[in-house]
């Protein structure tokens, strides 16, 4: 268990001073020699039964601040804990490489994989080096290639989606912003190998759709996937950003949320206390699906698959149709 | 010499007072042009050639051969599938934007003909709640997608719209997702797809199928981007370089084909159809329809 976190949620400071008072207690009986064993089986037993009391019961909001937090595993943590053999391939081959978007070719337990994911920074100097995992339009053109070189050698994709958006600035507009995300769009609905989505913290919006189509979508549990951030949103509806909380709870962007509206396909469970209690963990858990689905997908032929995927996101949204046609359903779940 | 500042509550034009509707101002140089006059123009004004919004139907009118739309889905309405509140329920903005327009959502869709050429279009509206892309806009435009594909029609795509529609979540992103999905297939079966993007063609909405048209038609000066320009000063803590995201900026960083006056667009879009699905085709697209049933 890591106990040295950069932040601390309001939320979780219950958790951390028990278990900072466990370990007083332990340190204590060590350097007295005294048995306070029983006493430190209890405050563990609390601390975890607080810990499942409190994690029962997230908001919106909090679980929008767990995925955003600091300590959190990031792609190129789950990839040191997925992938052997990983090799990073930079550059989209017409402008520059873009640190906010990692693709490359690897290994997960025998079978060939191409990875590419947002990447954010821990620190201030990686933050500013990955640009907070805002990527810029050479990102996604650097996502496409590698996807086009998975094709070509039929490596099926994986994609880790966390990002607080794409970047907006006058460059990434000068050099096709739109373009390119749409482009990916278009690319990932026909490249003909499986393609798995891990949405490991932030979703907003276009940003993260831009690598997010695929043939299954899988949700980390405290993670948030929406059409915009929880403060545009309240930007927006009540001109003030710290209203975000409240728009968090009107736009059902949770795990749960999003399985009932049909985007995603499965919530993959994180270690108690969140993803960031435990990188290595999380990570095996996550291993453990990808590789289920891999194997599930690799068994459809390439036309099933391409018409799977283009009916998945076919039936996704929400209409009434008062003259069904008879491949269109009345009404979308 | 503050004597020479104009001041406030003064002006030196006499405000002329306009008789409702018969007469309109051009918002860009403030011209009064008389209503039926600049419907005649196509909503463009005869002397700094701006070109007003306009909505659907008007479009449809400018674009189309005369009577030759017929719409398809018409009926399919929208829900609220968040429950989605605000200041107002989406439910509610949902009713009183069908009252206010006439229209169920934001699209209108129909088979029509330019120049007698047979097409699919779909024309968004941005009265309708900013032209935003929710689930019935998207599901609008997969359908005229397939439509298209399956009749092996070419495709025109109208854009205009602030982008993917706020009050359905996720839901709304999707359609980003769906109709590109779907222009994939189209793609792949070599069917022209034209898109054209008017003021404004904004977020989601350029982030999906405004952009993946094999040409892209924009109007003179329309808004066009990915990001909000509010958003991005914020973010950048610059102000922006004159005539950004624009249609001529657009076209300068090599994203639109052509920029092309409304009135000259019916035009345009024949010529292109012309050379890339020339009619004489039309027999041998019907065999091949026939082979595919």
Redesign the interface.
């Known amino acids: 268990m890591r106990k040295n976190f950069k932040m601390i949620l309001e939320f979780e400071k219950p958790i951390i001073e028990l278990e900072k008072k466990i370990t007083e207690m332990e340190d204590y009986a060590r350097d007295t020699g005294l048995d306070l064993s029983e006493d430190i089986k209890r405050l563990s037993r609390k601390a975890q039964s607080l810990q499942k009391e409190i994690y029962s019961k997230l908001t919106p909001w909090q679980r929008v601040q767990l995925a955003r937090h600091p300590d959190r595993p990031y792609t190129l943590d789950y990839i040191k804990y997925i992938v052997t053999d990983f090799l990073e391939l930079h550059g989209d081959r017409y402008f520059a490489d873009d640190p906010a978007i990692i693709a490359g070719i690897g290994m997960i337990n025998g079978e060939r994989v191409a990875i590419v994911g947002h990447q954010k920074g821990r620190d201030v100097k990686e933050n500013l080096f990955r640009n907070f995992g805002m990527a810029h339009p050479e990102g996604y053109r650097k996502a496409r290639r590698v996807m086009n070189l998975a094709a070509k050698f039929d490596l099926p994709i994986i994609s880790f989606l966390d990002t607080p958006g794409a970047y907006p600035g006058i460059g990434a507009e000068e050099r096709g912003q739109a373009e390119a995300i749409a482009k990916n769009l278009l690319e990932m609905s026909h490249l003909p190998v499986p393609i798995i989505i891990a949405i490991i913290g932030e979703g907003a919006s276009g940003g993260a759709l831009g690598i997010g189509v695929g043939d299954v979508i899988l949700m980390m549990e405290n993670c948030w996937y929406s059409v915009i951030s929880p403060e545009g949103c309240a930007a927006i509806l009540w001109r003030d950003n710290a209203k975000a909380p409240q728009a968090a709870e009107v736009m059902k962007l949770t795990a749960s949320d999003l399985l009932e509206l049909n985007i995603i396909d499965k919530i993959i469970k994180e270690p108690q206390g969140g993803a960031h209690w435990d990188h290595e963990q999380s990570a095996s858990i996550l291993k453990k699906h990808l590789l289920e689905e891999i194997h599930v997908l690799k068994q459809l032929d390439v036309k099933e698959l391409l018409q799977k995927r283009v009916e998945k996101f076919s039936q996704m949204g929400y209409w009434v149709d008062p003259e069904p046609k008879k491949r269109s359903k009345r009404k979308s779940k | 010499m503050d004597w020479f500042k104009k001041k406030k509550g003064i002006s030196t034009i006499e405000k002329k007072a306009l008789p409702d509707g018969l007469w309109i101002k051009c918002e860009s140089c403030g011209e009064i042009i008389y209503r039926n006059q600049l419907k005649s123009r196509m909503h463009v004004c005869p002397k700094c050639n701006y070109h007003f919004r306009v909505n659907s139907w008007e479009y449809i009118s400018y674009l189309f051969d005369e009577k030759s739309f017929a719409e398809f ?1 018409a ?5 609220d ?2 429950k ?4 107002k329920r989406y439910s509610d903005r949902l009713k009183d934007a069908q009252k206010a327009t006439g229209l169920n959502d934001a699209v209108v869709t129909g088979i029509a003909t330019i120049n007698g050429q047979q097409v699919i279009a779909a024309v968004m509206d941005f009265t309708f709640i900013g032209g935003s892309m ?3 806009v ?2 609008k435009i ?2 005229a997608i397939d439509k298209s594909r399956e009749e092996r029609v070419p495709l025109i795509i109208v854009s205009s719209s602030g982008g ?3 009050m ?11 109709t ?6 189209l ?2 079966e070599g069917i022209p797809f034209i898109s054209i993007l008017t003021d404004p063609t904004t ?2 909405t ?7 048209g094999d040409i892209h038609i924009a109007e003179p000066d329309a808004l066009i ?4 320009q509010r ?2 000063k914020q ?2 803590g610059q102000d ?2 004159p005539g ?2 624009r249609a001529e ?1 657009l076209k300068k ?3 639109i084909d052509i920029i092309v006056n409304r009135r000259e667009m019916r035009e345009t879009v024949s010529k292109i159809l012309t050379i890339l699905w020339p009619q004489k085709s039309a027999a041998g697209e019907q065999k091949k329809k026939e082979n595919k049933e």
């Open positions: 889905n009926d399919i309405q929208p829900g599938p968040l989605f509140k605000d200041k929710g689930s019935v998207g599901e997969a359908r993917a529609r706020m359905e979540g996720a839901l709304s992103l999707m359609q980003l997702a769906k590109s999905a779907k222009l994939s297939q793609s792949d977020g989601g350029t982030a999906s199928f405004a952009m993946l981007g990915f990001a909000g958003v991005i973010t950048i922006l370089p950004f995201q900026f960083h090599g994203f």
